[in-house]
């Protein structure tokens, strides 16, 4: 499992534009062990590494994932909202992704996001290209909010490291978890109370929290026994007693 109990949201996004092969060399750079990416389809059907349902946000132009493919996807600049010296960054196929990190020999928490997808055209295509180049299945955990994507991966490979992602944790978290013989739990640790890290912990999972970007808000959450933090400030912990495995 876990060689850190620090992950690099999206890649070091605070030093670089999120889910890009450039915030994923940087960890990997100032030496973090774990990355954290998103997974979605474009309308082609092209998985990529992206967060939002759109390109808005993170790039030059506009219009729903859906609305776009392969090809033209290559026309957009998903740097230059970061940062000048980030211009003409590309949106990375989740392929490259994956390529890029197994050879920096980094852990990943690969988060898939459905939307209005199913399954089949996100997950499928992603399990194929990880048996096509990833070795370190020991350092590998696919997550998502969209518990259909993993009873999938459950249903077609077993063997793989599953974590139920959740805003607040719902009651029904064990049946949910067992159901895909999951190895964590992943939530906000806005949310997160100790009494449901304790029994989390009972029952065999590992916790990891998503994002808090300040030591200070998490001194209490190292107390109660959560494994991990994923924040886009891996750098804020590095002199954190509590961070370091």
Known sequence: MLTSKIMAHRGLSSLAPENTLSALKLAAEQGYQ??????????????????DNSVDRCSDGTGAMSEHNAQSIQSLDCGSWFSKDYQGEKMATIEEAIKLIQS????????????????????????????????????????SFDLAALEYCYQQQPQLQLGRLYD??????????????????????KHLKAQQVSDIKAAGYEVYCYTPNEPKDVKDHWKWGVNAMITDYP??????PEAQA
């Not at 898939?112 to 048996?131: D, H, Q, R």
């Open 34 to 51: 774990w990355v954290e990416i998103d997974a979605i389809a474009l309308g082609d059907g092209t998985i990529v590494m992206w967060h």
């Open 104 to 143: 920096l020999g980094l852990g990943l928490n690969l988060e898939f996001k459905l939307y209005e997808n199913s399954p089949e055209t996100v997950v499928a295509p992603v399990l194929e290209v990880l048996n096509k180049h990833w070795k370190d299945f020991d350092k590998l955990i696919i997550s």
């Open 168 to 189: 607040a944790i719902s009651d029904n978290w064990q049946a949910e978890m067992q159901s895909i013989n999951a190895v964590s739990c992943h939530c906000s640790y």
């Open 235 to 240: 750098q804020r912990y590095d002199d954190q």
